[in-house]
């Protein structure tokens, strides 16, 4: 599975800003896929998932200001992100869960800053 991110950016506080990612590949054994973020100094952390079933989960700190959506038929997931905060500013990664025959497998995108400026 490769996975293509785009759409960060620089953008002001409060701005709004869109993340695409593009899978290809062995995307049949694609479970979930999700958006993960990491700022300087600090451990790399999920921001919201969404499941081939369309389940979502959003972390606490994102929820209410943040959409993830999935487009099945061009392999793509979107997250939509509001109101954004200067801690928002991190390198958002692009992840996708596999499962073949069993076995799991998680693959990411090569990831995209998003810098918000307060």
């Known amino acids: 599975v490769q996975l293509v991110e785009s759409g960060g950016g620089l953008v002001q506080a409060g701005g709004s800003l869109r993340l695409s990612c593009a899978a290809s590949?062995?995307?049949?054994?694609?479970?979930?896929m999700g958006w993960y973020r990491q700022a300087p100094g600090k451990q790399r952390e999920l921001v919201a998932v969404v499941t081939s079933g369309g389940s979502t989960t959003y972390a606490d700190s994102v929820k209410g200001r943040s959409t993830i959506s999935r487009d099945n038929a061009k392999n793509t997931v979107y997250l939509q992100m509001r109101s954004l905060k200067a801690e928002d500013t991190a390198v958002y990664y692009c992840?996708?869960?596999?499962?073949?025959?069993?076995?799991?497998?998680?693959?990411w995108g090569q990831g995209t800053q998003v810098t918000v400026s307060s």
């Open positions: 590949g062995s995307i049949f054994s694609i479970n979930a």
């Open positions: 992840n996708a869960l596999t499962k073949i025959a069993g076995i799991s497998a998680d693959y």
